[in-house]
């Protein structure tokens, strides 16, 4: 799958993890699509040199799956990240 297609995917993947994850979102759609194609990317990678599969087609339920996963991991972290840094100490 070209990168093109990884990009259009984490578009969608931030979507569909902004949805799951849910609750005060501290930034905007903008931020949980842009963190969607990075966590597509990683979770894409990821897949990819620790399970030695072949994630090549873009309606593959695994490349969907490690693209959601991806996403909502860098969203958690970020949120926690964001949240941290917003707190006076």
Do not use: E, H
Request: charged letters at 15%; proline letters at 1%; glycine letters at 14%.
């Amino acid at each position: 799958m070209g990168i093109i297609a990884w990009i259009i995917l984490g578009l969608v993947a931030g979507y569909v993890a902004k949805l799951i994850i849910g609750g005060k979102d501290l930034r905007g759609l903008t931020v949980a699509c842009l963190l969607g194609v990075a966590g597509a990317l990683f979770g894409g990678t990821f897949a990819v040199q620790s399970f030695d599969s072949d994630i090549g087609a873009f309606f593959d339920l695994t490349a969907w799956i490690t693209a959601v996963a991806g996403a909502a991991i860098l969203l958690v972290t970020y949120n926690v990240v964001d949240l941290r840094r917003r707190i006076p100490r």
